[in-house]
């Protein structure tokens, strides 16, 4: 059964800095290309940032500079470190895993950034 388990999210004051972790399990996690996207209240689904097999990485300009996305192969887990956060980063964010014709998606966890 394959697991993707987001932690991480809260509430943080703008300006503030959040890491995210998705734990996976059940996949053999080193082939799978790995993304976070956010939903905010409204609106569509969106790609925040995307790491490789090879740990090439690509982000949403909305969030360069501020966002980084890595992975630990070793313990089956991706990150997204979030700093300078503003209220739009508000949203549900999702972890998710590609490979070929398989796609998986976690539960999500709630980021709200707010005074």
């Known amino acids: 059964q394959v697991q993707l388990v987001e932690s991480g999210g809260g509430l943080v004051q703008p300006g503030g800095s959040l890491r995210l972790s998705c734990a996976a399990s059940?996949?053999?996690?080193?082939?799978?290309?790995m993304g976070w996207y956010r939903q905010a209240p409204g609106k569509q689904r969106e790609l925040v940032a995307r790491?490789?097999?090879?740990?090439?990485?690509n982000y949403a300009d909305s969030v360069k500079g501020r966002f980084t996305i890595s992975r630990d192969n070793a313990k089956s887990t991706t990150y997204l470190q979030m700093n300078s956060l503003k209220p739009e980063d508000t949203a549900d964010y999702y972890c998710?895993?590609?490979?070929?014709?398989?796609?998986?998606w976690g539960q999500g966890t709630q980021v709200t950034v707010s005074s």
């Open positions: 790491i490789t097999t090879g740990s090439n990485t």
């Open positions: 998710n895993a590609v490979f070929s014709g398989l796609n998986y």
């Open positions: 059940g996949i053999t996690f080193s082939i799978y290309a």
